[in-house]
């Protein structure tokens, strides 16, 4: 603020310190309300007339840092450093103070007089109740004639993020009818809570949505980003248009990193990661764990080698410090256009290790060979079922022309595949199961001779090498009796041959049973 105060100025900063006296956490101005305080979860009026759209526009101006950004400023008064927003809900200009410190919390509420922005002078003392005319919305609180929108869109999601977190919630779901519905599990459960207007889906979409990310929704119907909830979690977040309103999917990303252990990723995994070079796919549909079991191993490797990893992510999921090895991350429409640009640049950056988030295109497949071929790591993902089904993926993706040539490319880049499915476990959570191909020279001549239908048969005699198929690891679960067999069946690549298998287990196990006592008795 400018040396000389205003008052506008002289008012904000009596309001302030009104606010830190009370121990309230926000100041809010909005035209045709009295100012408000935010006491606990409350919002709590002041005990003086409403405010005209020109003082609230007046009062941002005074203290707004010039060509500072109207949606989060920073501002410095006599009672300490403060951030600002000004908004606009549906067409009302709201300015939303954040107060430094909350000194006084729970003290009897003070009252003061202070220079007024055109009209008297106004005593700031808070009312126990709305005044005349103003009504407190359905929990009691008074956000809805402070800030009906955006403050209920914010508070809600504050809460729904706040409540996911703690219970162990992969994904949240925002859509209009419904309430809100949790994944837990892998089970939908819908939120005790009210139904979702569109009006809501906006208000809770444009609560945590970027400009740039809102700019692209209407554009092109879609947008995604990532963003941290306090110190809890981070989200990534995929918001879409359906039946002409707002939809979102945000998915729990903990702060905390597991260990390959800890998830039940294969030691031989570990040891492939370690490779000085080539090309390392961790494959599987949307939500098998594929960037959680990523994530683990390049943290593994931070802890243990010192490389230089460069991660190409859209957006950014798992934040890695430098621990052993200088970890640089790249989004995708933030720092970097696209997938392919990334690669193309990063193989002058000097990396060891490459993350590529999602190999999506050709173009981004062909640089991610490209770099593995050249002396460095990439890892990546594809939305592939099977270590077979991902290797015919890739070359399908070249037209035929280059196929024999992308074959052989291929035969010596890649090191290996993981592909995982998540099945929910018995007594709770869910548990991993993987398919493993480790790239040999003899399945690296299958590759080049377009042979690839042997490589399930090759994966079975591997064993020794640490592969295994599928189906195999979901028995061994099922026998473990930590998934039923109904799930095992629902992720299994061959579910009639798992089926038959399960099925001639069982029997085998009633027919031990019952020899037992027939051999005793005959003798």
């Not at 403050?151 to 993020?161: E, N, R, S």
């Not at 947008?223 to 979690?233: E, V």
């Not at 800890?262 to 961790?282: N, S, T």
């Not at 035969?411 to 191909?437: C, D, M, N, W």
Request: with cysteine.
């Amino acid at each position: 603020m400018s040396t000389a105060t205003s008052p506008q100025q002289a008012q904000i900063e009596r309001l302030l310190q009104l606010a830190q006296e009370n121990g309230a956490s926000e100041v809010r101005l909005s035209g045709g309300y009295a100012p408000m305080l935010r006491l606990g979860d409350q919002m709590r009026p002041l005990k003086t007339k409403p405010l005209a759209p020109e003082d609230v526009q007046a009062y941002a101006a005074a203290i707004m840092p010039p060509g500072a950004d109207a949606k989060m400023f920073s501002f410095t008064t006599p009672v300490g450093s403060h951030t600002g927003s000004l908004l606009e809900v549906q067409g009302t200009k709201v300015l939303v103070l954040r107060v430094a410190g909350e000194a006084g919390a729970g003290a009897a509420p003070a009252a003061a007089e202070a220079p007024a922005s055109g009209g008297g002078d106004i005593q700031l003392d808070i009312a126990d109740d709305p005044r005349p005319g103003q009504q407190a919305d359905g929990d009691g609180h008074h956000d809805a004639f402070a800030m009906p929108k955006e403050a209920v869109g914010t508070i809600q999601i504050d809460k729904l993020l706040t409540a996911a977190v703690k219970g162990g919630v992969s994904d949240i779901h925002i859509t209009v009818g419904l309430p809100p519905v949790f994944r837990m599990s892998g089970a939908m459960t819908p939120q005790n809570t009210k139904v979702l207007t569109a009006d809501d889906t906006n208000g809770l979409m444009k609560a945590i949505t970027p400009e740039r990310c809102q700019a692209e929704l209407a554009e092109k119907g879609g947008c995604d980003f990532g963003f941290a909830f306090k110190d809890l979690a981070r989200f990534r977040v995929s918001v879409f248009k359906q039946k002409g309103t707002v939809a979102m999917v945000l998915r729990q990303i903990p702060n905390k990193m597991l260990t390959p252990e800890q998830l039940g990723v294969p030691e031989v995994c570990k040891k492939m990661a370690q490779r000085p070079r080539g090309l390392f796919l961790v494959t599987g549909p949307t939500g098998s764990g594929k960037s959680t079991t990523l994530a683990s191993l390049i943290n593994f490797i931070n802890e243990t080698h010192d490389h230089h990893i460069i991660t190409i992510e859209d957006p950014i999921e798992f934040y890695h410090k430098s621990k052993k090895c200088t970890v640089n991350q790249r989004e995708i429409g933030t720092d970097v256009t696209s997938f392919s640009e990334a690669l193309r640049r990063a193989l002058r950056q000097d990396p060891d290790i490459i993350l590529v988030g999602e190999l999506r295109d050709l173009e981004t497949i062909e640089a991610a060979i490209s770099a593995a071929e050249t002396g460095h790591v990439v890892f990546g993902t594809l939305h592939t079922s099977s270590a077979q089904g991902t290797v015919n993926r890739i070359i399908d993706a070249f037209p035929t022309n280059q196929q024999e040539q992308v074959r052989t490319q291929l035969s010596t880049a890649i090191i290996g595949v993981v592909s995982q499915a998540l099945i929910p476990k018995i007594g709770g959570g869910r548990v991993a199961a993987y398919e493993i191909l480790v790239v040999t020279p003899a399945i690296g001549n299958l590759i080049r001779e377009n042979k690839t239908f042997r490589i399930n048969s090759s994966i079975q005699t591997g064993a020794k090498l640490g592969m295994q198929l599928l189906d195999d690891h979901l028995f061994k679960l099922w026998h473990e009796k930590k998934i039923t067999k109904e799930n095992a069946f629902a992720k299994a690549q061959q579910p009639d041959d798992l089926m038959q298998r399960i099925f001639n287990a069982e029997r085998g196990i009633f027919e031990e049973l019952q020899d037992g006592p027939k051999k005793s008795k005959d003798h």
